[in-house]
C-alpha cells in the first residue's frame, strides 16, 4: 500500500514562493505518474502539474504554466511542486496523488492513492 505524505504548505505574501514535497512510503511509486491538484473552498479538486514515471514529461494547468514547475527525485520516492510568483488565487489544499494508468504521459485523470493534502494560503 503506497502512501503519500505532502508537507511544505503555508502561508505566503502574493508575489512569493513556496515549494511542496510528497513523498511516497513505498518504493513502487517510481513506476506512477504522479500529480499535484488543489481544491479551493466550494470548488472541485482540479488537476494542477502533473509528472511521468520516468520524470520525463510534465503537464501544466493554463493557470500555473511558467510559474509553477513539477519534478521528481525516484531516489528519494519524492516530487516537489516549487511555486513562485504566488497569486491570493492559488490558495487552496494542495494532494499529491499517484496513478500507474497515466504513468506514460502524466496526465492524471484521478489517482490511485492520495496524500492528506496541505494547505497554501496566499495573502494580498
Known amino acids: 500500500q503506497v502512501q503519500l505524505v505532502e508537507s511544505g504548505g503555508g502561508l505566503v505574501q502574493a508575489g512569493g514562493s513556496l515549494r511542496l514535497s510528497c513523498v511516497a512510503s513505498?518504493?513502487?511509486?517510481?513506476?506512477?505518474?504522479v500529480g499535484w491538484f488543489r481544491q479551493a473552498p466550494g470548488k472541485e479538486r482540479e488537476l494542477i502539474a502533473g509528472?511521468?514515471?520516468?520524470?520525463?514529461?510534465?503537464i501544466y494547468a493554463d493557470s500555473v504554466e511558467g510559474r509553477f514547475t513539477i519534478s521528481r527525485d525516484n531516489i528519494k520516492n519524492t516530487v516537489y511542486l516549487q511555486m513562485n510568483s504566488l497569486k491570493p488565487e492559488d490558495t487552496a489544499v494542495y494532494y499529491c496523488?499517484?496513478?500507474?494508468?497515466?504513468?506514460?504521459?502524466?496526465?492524471?485523470?484521478?489517482?490511485?492513492?492520495w496524500g492528506q493534502g496541505t494547505q497554501v494560503t496566499v495573502s494580498s
Open positions: 513505498d518504493l513502487s511509486v517510481s513506476t506512477y505518474a
Open positions: 496523488g499517484a496513478d500507474r494508468m497515466s504513468r506514460f504521459t502524466g496526465r492524471l485523470r484521478g489517482a490511485d492513492y
Open positions: 509528472i511521468d514515471y520516468s520524470g520525463s514529461k510534465t
